[in-house]
């Protein structure tokens, strides 16, 4: 894998990007969604415009009416941002499987296969031009990376954060940016005399792990840009695979038998990756003349191995597979899928 692997995409000013987009005589003014100027209930986002009166979320509507007067105040349409989630999550689809939502307009994707800079440039292309709406995207080596790349360059931002450029920039961070500190934290922190990510690495961390155990712990690796934590896959998915439409029609198995190893190496590793294991193995082909089949193996034991899912899906080409029309597009398809939290079927069979 290559260094870079994680993207972190988030939707900016969400619920008053979407109003601003549907409602033009909004764009470019301060907005927020959620509450009524009489004060009553809280801002749940505030556009760009309004930010820079101070306002943000979770404020109350009162104390945002009287810092900027002009202030529009627009309900809320969850439907609405529901349906701009979902096309933000089918273009995900697109690039990787592994995907693991956090919020209505926030994920993580892991990219196995390709380019992740090349991917998160064409997903925030892919957002705006199916969306019109902006998204900041971080791409980096693990998740806690790539959410602060996400987030340094807000909004319609996009940032590239490499080790070297981790080491860097982590020195000088804020410690209220790092992953669980939050404001009861960083004032204790502050207190001790703690304000950057450096003073806590320079701090004395005997005192840090006896006072503050597990929490210092994690801290202590975070801010050395160290995060082992995966992406987890959303539990909704059920299949994972690759497909590719060839240059040349052809009727070569080798050259097909190439494709398959290609695809089951990827989905072997993200298998891997994310702990799930399969039961059936899917070979898809596309004739010249747009006739399409699909042919399937379920095997007794779940799998994870490349070796496996590969050996099958060349049974299934040499077996079940006629060539007696030129391919134009072949796939490999996992489905069945078993993830690791469910108990592991035991097998009466014995296997080498
Ligand atoms: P965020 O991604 O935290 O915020 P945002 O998209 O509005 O702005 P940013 O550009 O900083 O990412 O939250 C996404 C949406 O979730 C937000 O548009 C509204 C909703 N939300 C609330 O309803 N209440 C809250 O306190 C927060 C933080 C968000
Ligand atoms: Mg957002």
């Given at each position: 894998?290559t260094e ?6 988030d ?25 009524d100027?009489d ?7 505030a ?16 104390k945002a ?16 941002y ?16 592994i ?11 892991e ?11 064409s ?6 031009r ?20 996400s ?11 490499t080790?070297?450029r ?21 004032k204790?922190l ?19 792990l006896?006072?503050?155990g ?24 059920k ?71 590969y ?31 469910e108990?592991?079927?035991i097998?009466?069979?014995?296997t080498?």
């Amino acid at each position: 894998m290559t260094e870079l692997s994680i993207i972190h995409v988030d939707m900016d000013a969400f619920f008053a990007s979407v109003e601003q987009r549907d409602h033009p005589k909004y764009r470019h003014k301060p907005v927020v969604v959620g509450g009524d100027p009489d004060g009553r209930g809280v801002v749940s986002t505030a556009s760009y415009e309004a930010r820079k009166f101070g306002i943000h979320s979770a404020m109350s509507c009162r104390k945002a009416a009287q810092l900027c007067p002009d202030l529009i105040f627009l309900p809320v349409d969850m439907d609405k941002y529901k349906l701009v989630s979902k096309k933000m999550h089918s273009i995900f689809n697109t690039y990787t499987s592994i995907i693991e939502p956090i919020s209505i307009d926030e994920a993580f994707l892991e990219i196995v296969q390709g380019d992740a800079v090349e991917i998160g440039k064409s997903i925030k292309e892919d957002i705006f031009r199916i969306t019109g709406l902006t998204a900041s995207v971080g791409v980096s080596y693990n998740k806690f990376i790539a959410k602060m790349a996400s987030d340094m360059e807000k909004p319609n931002g996009f940032t590239v954060i490499t080790h070297d450029r981790a080491k860097a920039i982590l020195p000088y961070m804020p410690i209220r940016k790092i992953w669980g500190v939050g404001e009861k934290t960083e004032k204790e922190l502050n207190n001790i005399g703690i304000f950057t990510v450096k003073d806590l690495l320079q701090y004395d961390h005997e005192f840090l792990l006896k006072n503050w155990g597990r929490r210092a712990h994690d801290l202590l690796q975070l801010c050395r840009g160290i995060d082992h934590s995966t992406v987890q896959v959303d539990q909704e998915v059920k299949s994972m695979g690759e497909e590719t439409t060839l240059k040349k029609d052809t009727r070569d198995l080798a050259l097909l038998r190439e494709q398959l190893r290609d695809f089951s190496i990827a989905i072997s590793h993200r298998m891997g990756r994310t702990g799930i294991r399969c039961r059936t193995i899917t070979v898809k082909i596309k004739y010249n003349d747009f006739s399409s089949i699909t042919r399937s193996i379920t095997l007794s034991n779940s799998t994870k191995s490349f070796d496996e899912i590969y050996q099958n899906s060349v049974d299934i080409l040499n077996n079940r597979v006629s060539v007696s029309k030129p391919i134009r597009l072949i796939g490999l398809q996992v489905s069945n899928l078993i993830y690791p939290d469910e108990p592991t079927q035991i097998s009466f069979i014995q296997t080498e």
